[in-house]
């Protein structure tokens, strides 16, 4: 399935505001996640966006790639430099269903992203300002601006949903059986 199928490309005409935009994006992003379940991964999205139309988006996929780099921020960073050409993506936003680990940050900062926007914290492992804030660390040459909680109970129930089912699946499988 193409993602031209799944998501919006262009942000609709009437969307003024910022936060309409970051809901609309954000929007765009739960499809991805969605998709992601639908494969059996964990149900991240991620859109980026220059100066209101969509340059590149991901979904989590590091079970079907065997990579566990292919987290749905980065496959968005890959697929954008290849659009745009370069490795470095000023005057972008990353919209993502849930905060990015330290290995995503990092790349955001890399690549100079300008503006991430996130739905769902992630106390273990957040690494845009829940357990470390590396988007806008001191050290770093570059930081960008932030916002989280953008249809965070949306982006938190497919999270949710997603591990209690595995825990569910787990709990009633068979005991193994003993081949003579």
Request: glycine share 6%; with cysteine.
């Amino acid at each position: 399935m193409a993602i031209s199928e799944l998501i919006e490309t262009d942000l609709p005409a009437g969307l003024l505001t910022e936060i309409d935009q970051d809901v609309f994006w954000m929007q765009q992003a739960l499809l991805l996640a969605d998709y992601a379940e639908q494969q059996g991964e964990v149900p991240v999205g991620a859109v980026l966006v220059k100066a209101g139309r969509l340059v590149s988006c991901g979904f989590n996929a590091s079970i079907a790639e065997h990579d566990p780099s292919a987290h749905a921020e980065v496959v968005a960073l890959r697929a954008a430099g290849k659009v745009l050409g370069n490795y470095r993506l000023p005057d972008t936003t990353l919209y993502v269903t849930l905060e990015p680990c330290a290995m995503c940050a990092t790349a955001l900062v890399h690549a100079r992203v300008a503006r991430l926007v996130y739905g769902a914290s992630d106390p273990r492992t957040g690494a845009a300002g829940s357990v470390l804030n590396l988007v806008q660390h001191p050290s770093f040459n570059h930081r960008m601006q932030v916002l989280s909680g953008v249809l965070q109970s949306e982006c938190s129930l497919r999270l949710t949903r997603f591990f209690k089912n595995k825990r569910e699946k787990k709990r009633v499988l068979p005991a193994a059986v003993v081949l003579n």
